[in-house]
């Protein structure tokens, strides 16, 4: 069966300093990858998707990005963040359609 | 591109009865409709999806409705039980290429005892 991690679970920051969120797929080949962000009481945004290996489309133009290294490794990148960054991570993978969510990383930036 | 507005956005009901939550989308092309039930500080979690090809679906006391000529879907919730208590989100996409969803702003569920 497939499973999905993300790492860290929880992370606090100060503004100006870099970021990185990983995220790995195991148990399926070529899958579509996505990162989101949610802040508190709200939606999901869409921020990054990839459909292979250095594939990387941008939703929202922002100061982060994303990079995927491997088939199923996926990582989100800052290298300056911001308050505004704070919020909850989701990465979330699909093959061919459902799309599965992972644990989420929680942000907070000070 | 396709958006979708998910109503209401806050829903009280009485355990026993029954939840619906209503979305609507435009983009007429959109073919996967897939609901996900997040619980405070955890993963949204698909609770049942559907296809265009089918205008109903139902997995127990769970249910949703498609109507393409009227693009909305719905889920209904039947004999609804504390544990239902949660945010919904619907999402919209298609079956194709990056396959990315859309999702519905949410609805605040809460289940009275």
């Known amino acids: 069966s497939q499973t999905i991690h993300q790492w860290p679970a929880t992370l606090v920051q100060p503004v100006g300093s870099p970021l990185s969120l990983e995220c790995t797929v195991e148990?399926?080949?070529?899958?579509?990858l996505y990162w989101y962000r949610q802040a508190a009481g709200r939606g999901l945004q869409l921020l990054f998707y990839?459909?292979?290996?250095?594939?990387i489309s941008s939703e929202v133009p922002q100061n982060l990005s994303a990079s995927r290294p491997q088939d199923r490794q996926f990582i989100l990148s800052s290298k300056k963040l911001l308050l505004s960054d704070s919020g909850f991570y989701l990465c979330?993978?699909?093959?061919?359609?459902?799309?599965?969510f992972g644990p989420g990383t929680r942000l907070t930036v000070l | 591109g396709e958006n979708v507005e998910q109503h209401p956005s806050t829903l009280s009901v009485q355990e026993g009865d029954s939840a619906v939550i209503k979305c609507t989308y435009s983009d007429s092309a959109s073919n996967y409709f897939p609901w996900y039930k997040q619980e405070l500080g955890k993963r949204p979690q698909l609770i049942i999806d559907?296809?265009?090809?089918?205008g109903e679906k139902k997995d127990q006391r769970i249910a949703v409705t498609l109507n393409k000529t009227a693009k909305h879907f719905s889920l209904h919730i039947t004999e609804t039980q504390p544990e239902d208590s949660a945010v919904y989100f619907c999402a919209a996409s298609r079956l194709a290429g990056a396959q990315k969803l859309v999702f519905g702003q949410g609805t605040r569920l809460t289940i009275n005892p």
């Open positions: 990839s459909v292979g290996i250095g594939q």
């Open positions: 979330a993978w699909s093959r061919p359609d459902t799309q599965y």
């Open positions: 148990g399926t080949s070529n899958p579509n």
């Open positions: 559907i296809r265009s090809n089918v």
